[in-house]
């Protein structure tokens, strides 16, 4: 039993519990609209009515709310009447269950779930047998009815028997009698399926015994032309499938011997006659049949037709009929392309241009009382062809070609040609062309050209014949086609006998009155080309002109002149004078007669190479189509020596003792001029001093100096110039007495190492720039390698560090001379060594470290400074008791302020990374 849960116990009065549950079919699909009945057990017995009834959702779900606790028993069924399920207790019963039964439903104070029930299936029954409906006859097709059941939704599967035998594959709803059925009876059994229900089988009553069939037949029919020698068909029309049917030709309605297949070819037995074709038709099952056909119209003696005549277009072509029965009427009709062409009844017919590419043919029908009428159609020709007659042209002499026209063919036509001399071929001349040969002299020239395409007509042309053939050679002409010059024709040997005529012609114009044999050019003709034609005539001969080569056109042409200085380095022109319009020149000079090498152009610039010789120069002129020509000019003068092109000498240097003084000689010319040298002093030759500089010695002072150059060249006037004198030459300045002068050095490294200062930059200014990534560190030492002065103290992270200061003598602290640079750096360094003397003096501002000459007097001088770093500004000069150092600034950021400056002359040393003033 399945029982619900107790009700609580402080419940004080009864509860009601509720029975929800499921119905289905044996397939489990739900049922909806099912009806649901609940029995109670009361007093040991159920109640004979139900006490509650519900209808399941369309899940097939049902609720009984709201029960009364107590034992029940639940019970479902289809509400259609005609169900193919019986009503159905839970959980699937067609018998209510005992009251004991483990099936019940006990209901006690709660819901009970799950009441699931089954439907129990009807059993299938044929309520009305299958039926076979049809004629028992071989070749009938059966049918039948599945019947009717007592459960719907059923599928259906058949087998068909003879008598009591299974028909193999015959499941189908309808059967076809076959020859094997004659004799016998016909059933089906019907099987009638549905899931979960036992499948059933009901069978039909038998047929009759099935009778032999009847064979569907058609009354034959003859097709074909009643003509000797053709064939004529048997048309059987529809009979049953799979007859066989034996065939019998009849003449006269007689049988003909042997003729007893579906064709028949008519002899000359039949002519006259009638025929007809009986036939035969059996089959298993099925009684035999016998058909013949209407007999034909009497048999004819009917011939091919045939056409001739030449199928081109503007043709006449001719049937004829051939041999046909006796007493035979004809009717022509001539077809193109197999289509009738309107109004070409005859035995004739001339061919259009519309017949072009078409194939051409005629029907000859042929017509007698009592006999058929039968058409013939002669055999396919091939298509018509549009042809023409060609004709030859072109210059009928020895040596000339011969072309041949050929006129409007049919388009893709192949065109074959044979040239003919006097009618007769003319072995291997097979082409449009033919080149006359010295054999056809006096002879005719014709040509044959013969058209082919596959499909169509070969049609063969011939042109009219030339006149006789003469000897007529090309004309030459001799002479220059130069204006003022006379020509001369030379006609050659023509065909004796024949009379030859001149005509000259000007761009293929004949020239008015030349009809000699000699022409004078003149200026009409110039640029224009000039030939001759000479004509010859002889009776019976073909008249023959000949035109000479083409000549190069008339030249007009002049004597060049020179114009120009004929002196070195100067420039000639060359002017050709009046040419022909278009003429391109080309140039040569020649030096004495002798051409000079790469002097091409139109002007020359003359040389060293020549002074005194005489020049002249070359033209051609150059025309397309023309005759080149050259003259030549008149000699020049002797040329003459060149002119130097020379600047006033500058001097540029201090004019001080211990100096250099160098000469500037400004731009001399043409390029490349020697140039000399002498230094003056005082207007006076200074012995040895030829040379670019002059460093100034003692015995210059308070005399002025001067320089003259002197240029030459070959083939040049030799020119000198001298400058203007300096000033006097003062004595030497305080700071290279005191500490020397000498050529600036620079040395470059990377990393550490020693540099040995030259024994004549002992003092001086060292200016360093540094690009590393640490320590740049310079060391001033003595002969003994004894440390004298940190120079530099700088570290670089990948920025360039610049600066300058001064070492030796000119250092205060040290006064000594510098031996050796000790550097120690982690990348690449340049040190530039400079005198003293080298120092610029010191300006109103400037940036970064520096070594400045102060000239001044003793003075204060307002410094200021704008970076961040060291400002260290010392003063070397001579003191009271010698050489001295005075320590200006020393300061670290910006500053500003007056401070005091010793009397000059001195050097001034600024240490600083950023900018700074010295405003005086």
Known sequence: MIVAAPANADETELATGGITGSVSDVIATPLADAEVELFVLVDGAWAPEPTAEVTTDAHGDFVFAAVADGTYAVRAAEADEF?????????????MPDVDAASLVVVESAPVDGIDIVLVPSMIEATSAPQVTGSARVGSKLTHTDGEWSVTGLS?????????????????????????????????????????????????????????????????????TLAVGATLTAKLGIWTSGTTIAYEWLRDGSAISGATASVYKLTTSDVGKAISVRVRGTKAGYAPVVKTSAPSAKVAIAATPKVTGTYAVGETLTAAAGTWTSGTTFRYQWLRDGSAIAGATTSTYQLASADNGKTITVQ????????????????ASAKAVTAATPKVSGVVAVGQTLTATSGTWTAGTTL???????????????????????????????????????????????????????????????GSMVVGTTLTAKAGAWTSGATLSYAWLRDGAAISGAT?????????????????????????????????????????????????????????????????????????????????????????????SDRGAQITVKVTGRKSGHTPVTRTSAKTAAVAAGTLTAATPTISGTKRVGNTLTAIPGTWGPSVVT??????????????????????????????MSVKVTGSKTGYTTTSKTSAATGPIADASWYAKKFGTFTAKTFSGYGDDVITVPANMSTGIMSASFVGDGNFIVWSLDASYDSQNLLFNEISYGTEFTGATVYGKADGYYGEATSYFEIT?????????????????????????????????ATSIELGYFGDSNFIVWQYFDGTYGYDADLIVNEIGAVSGRYAFNRGPSLVVITADGGWYAVR
């Open 156 to 224: 259906f599967t058949r087998q068909w028997f003879r008598g009591a035998e299974v028909i193999g594959g015959a499941t189908g709803v309808d059967y076809s009698i076959v020859a094997d059925d004659l004799g016998r009876t016909i059933s089906v059994a019907v099987t009638a399926h549905r899931e979960g229900f036992s499948s059933t089988t009901a069978s039909s009553a038998a047929t009759s015994e099935v009778a032999v069939g009847e064979i569907a037949t058609a009354v034959p029919t003859i097709s074909g």
């Open 416 to 478: 074959a040609y044979q040239w003919l001399r006097d009618g007769r071929a003319i072995s291997s001349a097979t082409k449009s062309t033919y080149a006359i040969a010295a054999t056809d002299a006096g002879t005719a020239i014709s040509v044959k050209v013969t058209g082919t395409q596959p499909g169509f007509a070969t049609i063969t042309k011939t042109s009219i014949a030339t006149g006789k053939v003469q000897i007529a050679p090309t004309p030459t002409i001799s």
């Open 364 to 379: 000859v029908t042929g017509s007698k009382s009592g006999y058929a009428t039968i058409a013939r159609a002669s055999a």
């Open 516 to 608: 000699s044999s000699t022409y004078a050019l003149t200026t009409s003709d110039s640029g224009k080309l000039i030939t001759v034609k000479v004509t010859g005539r002889k009776s019976g001969f073909a008249t023959v002109w000949r035109i000479s080569a083409n000549t190069t056109k008339t030249m007009r042409a002049s004597t060049p002149t020179i114009s120009g200085v004929v002196k070195v380095a100067s420039t000639l022109t060359a002017n050709p004078g009046t040419w022909t319009t278009g003429t391109e020149f080309s140039y040569t000079w020649l030096r004495n007669g002798t051409s000079i090498t790469g002097a091409t152009g139109a002007t020359y610039k003359l040389t060293a």
């Open 675 to 704: 140039l000399k040298y002498q230094w003056y002093r005082s207007g006076a030759a200074i012995s040895g001093a030829t040379s670019t500089t002059h460093k100034l010695v003692s015995a210059d002072i308070g005399k002025t």
């Open 83 to 95: 169900s193919a399920f019986v009503p159905t207790w839970y959980p699937s019963s067609d018998v």
């Open 825 to 857: 750096a982690d990348g690449a360094w340049t040190v530039t060594l400079s005198s003293i003397d080298s120092a610029a003096q010191l300006p109103a501002s400037g940036s970064g470290s520096g070594v400045y000459k102060y000239d001044g007097a």
